[in-house]
């Protein structure tokens, strides 16, 4: 899809933020990170440790189970070092839309004006699209594919094409964000 390959991944020529925005994915059935939530929660933390940013925004309420997204996602980043005051839990977005919106919220109160945004590969020019909207500056980042091989990319970049569309044609109409 068109808009997907030319959605930018950056409006801006930063290279430190004043936060990283990690977008939820769900926890398993156990409310432990998912190998996909882990991939994220670390790399958000390798980029706090080199200086990117000093807080961690994470974000995604209790979308596909009944563990909130975000919780186990802080849960994680703290067992991995990160200390408790740099870390804003957003615990009600229910679609990228929303992790995008509720994260400009916290910004806004704090006064943060940047934010680099850590997902997978195949969701960041969908949430590039949405973040585009957004009074920000913003990068997004990919988590590196671990040295394991995806297991089917085909069908995840095809449903973030068919969410991509759904974005494009429905969604942004009618699901705005009043940061």
């Not at 808009?3 to 926890?27: E, K, W």
């Not at 020019?125 to 990919?142: D, G």
């Not at 995806?150 to 964000?177: F, H, M, N, P, S």
Request: aromatic share 6%; with cysteine; proline share 7%.
């Amino acid at each position: 899809m068109i808009a997907r390959s030319l959605a930018p991944l950056s409006n801006t020529s930063l290279t430190r933020f004043d936060a990283i925005v990690v977008l939820g994915t769900p926890a398993d059935s156990d409310g432990n990170p998912t190998p996909e939530m882990l991939g994220r929660v670390t790399e958000s933390v390798h980029e706090y440790e080199r200086g990117v940013a000093a807080h961690l925004i994470l974000t995604g309420g209790a979308a596909h189970n009944h563990y909130v997204e975000a919780r186990v996602m802080a849960r994680t980043a703290e067992a991995q070092g990160i200390p408790e005051a740099a870390i804003s839990v957003e615990p009600r977005a229910m679609d990228t839309i929303q992790n995008a919106c509720y994260a400009m919220r916290i910004m806004k109160t704090r006064r943060w004006r940047s934010a680099e945004v850590v997902s997978n590969t195949s969701h960041l020019p969908r949430a590039a699209l949405i973040f585009s909207r957004l009074p920000l500056e913003w990068r997004m980042h990919a988590v590196p594919r671990g040295p394991e091989p995806a297991i089917d990319t085909g069908a995840e970049t095809a449903l973030e094409t068919l969410k991509t569309v759904r974005y494009l044609v429905w969604t942004r109409q009618v699901e705005g964000c009043a940061p």
